[in-house]
């Protein structure tokens, strides 16, 4: 005899506050749509987030593989702990979900002015970064499982329905959210302003959800309690939105060491420059309060300093281009127009080739009173040719065009890029670069490469000359003294640059044949410099690291 089945009790479903139908102001299909909205704009939301989290930690202390793998492990792990801390608030999902979106527009409205802070004033963000993805991550994660409760107490249906219906909701403001990001938020709004007008949005979303559609369900005290909580946090955001200016300047000048003369959020990357305001050009020592001597940053990295550029340009340029022919010359990067400046004192060049990435760099070499008083007007010259292009595809394109019986059309070519340990330059340091850039070479042409500080950082270097050794380059070695360039600011007390730590450059000279060291160290330089040429040279002709692989597209070696 088969027993008939007993009922399954509501509970064992969950509390019977979770299966009670909301008394909603709409109808069931007005109200499930409303709930599948608020899910599309917090998914928008929490990307944008998540993307901003990832942006300002690149941009403030570069290797944006490392950033975005701290950011992405730490917030999707949190997510989880966020949806079983959500399973405590399910009997109360509109209050617990309304105080959670108040939080989470709050939090990561306000994450990138704090990163920003803690790098400004503190040194360093990386224990804030992780911090804020953490709280992040467990506010999104909790976001679901109350969402989910919500839109099943709006209309009951199968889980299936319901979780697809609330995924493809939250995929798709997603979407939006990534693509606004880059496309919208990032080139009109900035950073700061972004994040905080995301936050409002958030917040908004959030608070009409539950203090409109689901206000029935809430007792009176908590309507007035989320409604304070949802103000205060609006308050707080529209307040932060208007403090970005005098809040931007001051973390610039703790970070920077003098008040940002120039600065510049182009398509590629933000440019800031200080000093060199003086009559004396570049050097800033021309008039009280120039600023002190000029100094270039790109997305945060010191990439140019007046008071030490020389020395580096000097040993990067005139090693290649005096060991022989040098009439026709390309300069990789380069932009700033100081490398070309350098090519330029050399009066047998017929033709310099500039392709900078940047248009605003281009533009600031040549309009900059400073920069183009150091530059010497260099980019200016009827012999000097500027391409704003991507090197990489650049020379993919011109090696395509001068086919494969083409003999190399320039006798020097000068790689003046990001240092090899920032991600968006780990290409122009590839197994692939190099071979391009050997066909482009005459066969008697030279190729000078800066390849990162030998001292401080031999990996690196070495793993550069091994690269080059597999495009079929004789390679050349040498150093000189100066600073380790392309690091990121740091906050200073003083008024002179950041980072400019007694350290060695580290230069490869390289060619289809070996190279001549007595004819590549010879004038327009002074004997001095060539006496240190020399002596950096033999300082690392004992010094390689034998048997690291080259770094290719497909499998970077630099770290």
Same mark, same amino acid.
């Given at each position: ?90 009997? =109360?999902?509109?209050?617990? *979900? ?27 963000? =990386? ?53 606004? *990001? ?31 559609? *689901? =206000? ?96 580096? $340009? ?70 000097? $040719? ?15 065009? #001068?086919?494969?019986? #083409? ?53 690196? *270097? ?6 080059? =050794? ?42 289809? $044949? ?40 497909? $499998?970077?070696?630099?770290?």
């Amino acid at each position: 005899m088969i027993n008939p089945q007993e009922p399954v009790p509501t509970a064992a479903f969950g509390p019977p506050e979770v299966m009670r139908p909301a008394r909603l102001p709409v109808r069931s299909g007005p109200g499930r749509l409303l709930v599948l909205a608020a899910v599309f704009v917090c998914a928008a939301c929490g990307l944008v987030y998540e993307l901003e989290l990832v942006a300002l930690a690149s941009y403030l202390t570069g290797d944006s593989v490392t950033q975005s793998s701290v950011v992405l492990s730490v917030m999707v792990f949190a997510m989880g702990i966020g949806a079983l801390l959500a399973k405590q608030l399910r009997c =109360r999902a509109a209050v617990g *979900f309304g105080a959670i979106e108040a939080g989470l527009a709050l939090v990561g409205g306000c994450s990138a002015m704090a990163l920003y802070a803690c790098f400004a004033w503190c040194g360093q963000s =990386r224990s804030a970064l992780v911090g804020f993805s953490l709280v992040i991550g467990v506010l999104i994660g909790a976001e679901v499982p109350l969402l989910m409760t919500l839109i099943q107490r709006v209309r009951r249906q199968d889980a299936g329905g319901a979780v697809a219906d609330l995924f493809a909701a939250d995929y798709v403001g997603a979407l939006v959210g990534g693509l606004a *990001f880059p496309f919208l938020l990032l080139p009109v709004l900035g950073q700061l302003t972004g994040a905080l007008v995301t936050g409002t949005v958030n917040a908004v979303a959030g608070g009409a959800l539950v203090l409109w559609l *689901f =206000r029935r369900d809430l007792t009176p005290r908590a309507r007035r309690r989320l409604l304070a909580v949802n103000a205060l946090v609006l308050v707080l955001l529209a307040a932060g939105v208007l403090l970005v200016a005098p809040f931007e300047r001051a973390a610039r000048r703790a970070v920077y060491g003098s008040a940002a003369r120039v600065v510049v959020q182009t398509g590629v990357q933000e440019v800031v420059m200080t000093g060199g305001a003086g009559r004396a050009g570049g050097t800033g020592h021309g008039r009280k309060g120039s600023g002190g001597p000029l100094a270039l940053y790109l997305d945060g990295r010191l990439e140019v300093s007046a008071d030490d550029e020389l020395p580096y $340009h000097q040993a990067l340029v005139h090693p290649a281009v005096a060991d022989g022919p040098h009439g026709r010359v390309l300069v990789l990067g380069g932009g700033d127009g100081l490398a070309a400046r350098e090519v330029l004192r050399h009066r047998a060049v017929r033709s310099v080739t500039v392709v900078e990435l940047d248009p605003g760099v281009i533009g600031l070499a040549r309009t900059d009173p400073g920069l183009s008083a150091l530059n010497h007007h260099a980019l200016d010259d009827p012999r000097v $040719h500027v391409v704003t292009a991507d090197a990489f595809d650049w020379l993919r394109a011109e090696s395509a065009r #001068c086919g494969r019986r #083409c003999r190399g059309p320039y006798d020097v070519i000068v790689s003046d890029l990001p240092d090899p340990r920032v991600t968006a330059g780990t290409k122009l340091y590839s197994q692939e670069f190099y071979g391009l850039v050997a066909r482009l070479l005459a066969p008697g042409g030279r190729l000078a490469v800066h390849a990162g500080p030998p001292e401080a950082r031999p990996r690196v *270097f070495w793993t550069v000359e091994s690269t080059l =050794r597999s495009a079929g380059l004789a390679t050349v070695p040498y150093e000189v003294p100066g600073r380790r360039g392309g690091e990121s600011a740091r906050p200073v007390s003083g008024s002179g640059p950041a980072g400019s730590g007694a350290r060695y450059w580290g230069f490869l000279l390289a060619g289809h $044949h070996a190279r001549d060291l007595d004819a590549a160290f010879a004038p327009p330089l002074p004997s001095a410099v060539r006496a240190t040429l020399r002596d950096g040279a033999q300082a690392l002709s004992g010094a390689r690291v034998d048997g690291l692989p080259p770094s290719t597209l497909m $499998h970077p070696r630099y770290g």
